[in-house]
């Protein structure tokens, strides 16, 4: 069974950054993709970037393109995202999450192990 720990939440002013890691272990052959979600209070969840672990393949979603970096170390069982330009908007629960049959990697009911979560504050 995959299991996955956030870290590296915190509290930044506008303009920082935050680096957050994902360890995974357990891992499947089947477990191919990792996301980076976040949920905002009131919110639905929302995918913010997804990695082949095999090919090392990464999607963006727009509002972060630019700002975001997903990099991971396959020797360490661990995934970043590092986080320039912080905003406001940005602010929210952070989780990685994993799959065995993953068809939207942007989609949260495609993925059936999640972590904990780890709290990103970005104040003005």
């Known amino acids: 069974q995959v299991h996955l720990v956030e870290s590296g939440g915190g509290s930044v002013q506008t303009g920082g950054s935050l680096r957050l890691s994902c360890a995974f272990s357990g891992w499947s052959a089947s477990n191919i993709w990792i996301s980076w979600f976040r949920q905002a209070p009131g919110k639905e969840r929302e995918g913010i970037v997804c990695v082949n672990i095999r090919d090392g393949g990464t999607t963006y979603r727009d509002f972060v393109k630019g700002r975001f970096t997903l990099f991971h170390d396959n020797a360490k069982n661990t995934v970043f995202l590092q986080m320039n330009s912080l905003k406001p908007e940005d602010s929210g629960v952070y989780y990685c999450?994993?799959?065995?049959?993953?068809?939207?990697?942007?989609?949260?009911?495609?993925?059936?192990?999640w972590g904990q979560g780890t709290q990103v504050t970005v104040f003005s």
């Open positions: 999450a994993t799959g065995a049959q993953i068809y939207n990697c942007f989609r949260s009911s495609d993925f059936d192990a």
